[in-house]
């Protein structure tokens, strides 16, 4: 069996490169989009690029081609994908249609929009590789906020507590209580009783106002000024009362201070 490079000094295979030649199906894509200056060139490497991007996304789904092929795949695909933006600016630089502004957009096998033009994009089996997986997780969304009149709608008597005896456990505790309060209390009357110490009590505050001797003395001398009760009740005032002189002796020395305020007088002598 003949060699590959028999093969190609074959008559008919130098005949079909000689075709190829002539209709310019074995010219090779330009490096630099910049260099074509042909608009149904630039089409055609175009849909040249775009058969290729397909032919690798649809080779990146099988998960069994191993990590390293898997991240060269998507390299690749992500270089053609550089590649054909230069070749639509070209385009749309010679006069040819916008398809960045106008084309269809870009879908991936699980027909999710692969988002924006520019950025480093992961397509098919590369999702799941060590380390791009946590990219694509989103977290999950915080929860709603309850505005106040939905949080006015949980407020009822409950929440302020007034129906807490309702349930019927919080009285029997009561009771139980009170009862060995009082059990203990007796207990403790008993033994003091039968030890013969009288019990401490504790001994009650000093009335430092004296009131109620001063009120007791203010109705024996009410009875004695007025046994009969004319006068009527009288009054016991606990601040001093300042008398008519006091008040007089106020108003004045208000009057001078206003008087002396208004002419700019500082010494009492000058009055």
Same mark, same amino acid.
């Given at each position: 069996?003949?060699? +590959?490079a028999? $093969?190609?000094m074959?008559?008919?295979?130098r ?8 209709t310019?199906?074995n010219?090779?894509r330009?490096y630099l989009a910049?260099?074509?200056?042909d608009l /149904? @060139? ?6 040249? #690029?775009?058969?290729? #991007?397909s032919?690798?996304?649809a080779?990146?789904q ?9 991240r060269?795949?998507n390299?690749?695909?992500n270089?053609?994908? &550089?590649?054909k933006r230069?070749?639509? +600016?070209q #385009? ?7 398809? &960045?502004?106008?084309?269809p957009k870009?879908?991936?096998a ?5 988002p924006g033009n ?6 098919g089996a590369?999702k799941?590789l /060590?380390?791009?997986r946590?990219?694509?997780e989103q977290e999950?969304p915080?929860p709603p @906020?309850?505005t106040?009149a939905e ?12 129906r807490d ?5 919080l009285?029997?505790?009561?009771e $139980? ?7 203990k209390?007796i207990?403790?009357w008993?033994?003091?009783r039968?030890s013969?110490?009288?019990n401490e009590?504790?001994?009650d505050?000093?009335?430092i106002?004296?009131s109620?001797?001063?009120i007791?003395?203010d109705t024996?001398r ?5 046994p009969m ?7 016991t ?7 008519q002189?006091? #008040? ?5 020395? @208000?009057?001078k201070?206003?008087?002396m305020?208004?002419y700019g007088?500082?010494d009492?002598?000058?009055m």
């Amino acid at each position: 069996m003949a060699r +590959n490079a028999e $093969k190609a000094m074959t008559t008919l295979a130098r005949w079909r490169a000689a075709k190829e030649a002539e209709t310019g199906k074995n010219e090779r894509r330009p490096y630099l989009a910049s260099e074509c200056r042909d608009l /149904p @060139k630039c089409e055609k490497w175009r849909l040249e #690029i775009i058969r290729e #991007i397909s032919k690798k996304v649809a080779q990146i789904q099988n998960a069994g081609l191993g990590e390293f092929r898997i991240r060269d795949l998507n390299d690749e695909i992500n270089k053609l994908l &550089r590649e054909k933006r230069h070749w639509e +600016n070209q #385009i749309s630089d010679l006069g040819g249609p916008h398809y &960045r502004r106008y084309g269809p957009k870009m879908f991936d096998a699980e027909g999710r929009e692969v988002p924006g033009n520019r950025g480093y994009k992961y397509f098919g089996a590369a999702k799941d590789l /060590p380390g791009v997986r946590e990219l694509f997780e989103q977290e999950p969304p915080p929860p709603p @906020k309850k505005t106040r009149a939905e949080l006015m709608k949980d407020i009822d008597a409950d929440y302020y507590g007034y129906r807490d005896d309702d349930d019927g456990i919080l009285l029997p505790l009561e009771e $139980k209580a009170e009862r060995l309060a009082i059990q203990k209390a007796i207990e403790d009357w008993k033994k003091h009783r039968a030890s013969g110490t009288p019990n401490e009590e504790e001994p009650d505050e000093e009335d430092i106002y004296g009131s109620d001797a001063r009120i007791a003395s203010d109705t024996d001398r009410q009875q004695k000024d007025d046994p009969m009760g004319l006068l009527g009740p009288r009054f016991t005032a606990h601040v001093p009362v300042p008398s008519q002189k006091d #008040i007089e002796s106020a108003l004045l020395k @208000k009057r001078k201070l206003e008087l002396m305020k208004k002419y700019g007088i500082e010494d009492d002598e000058d009055m």
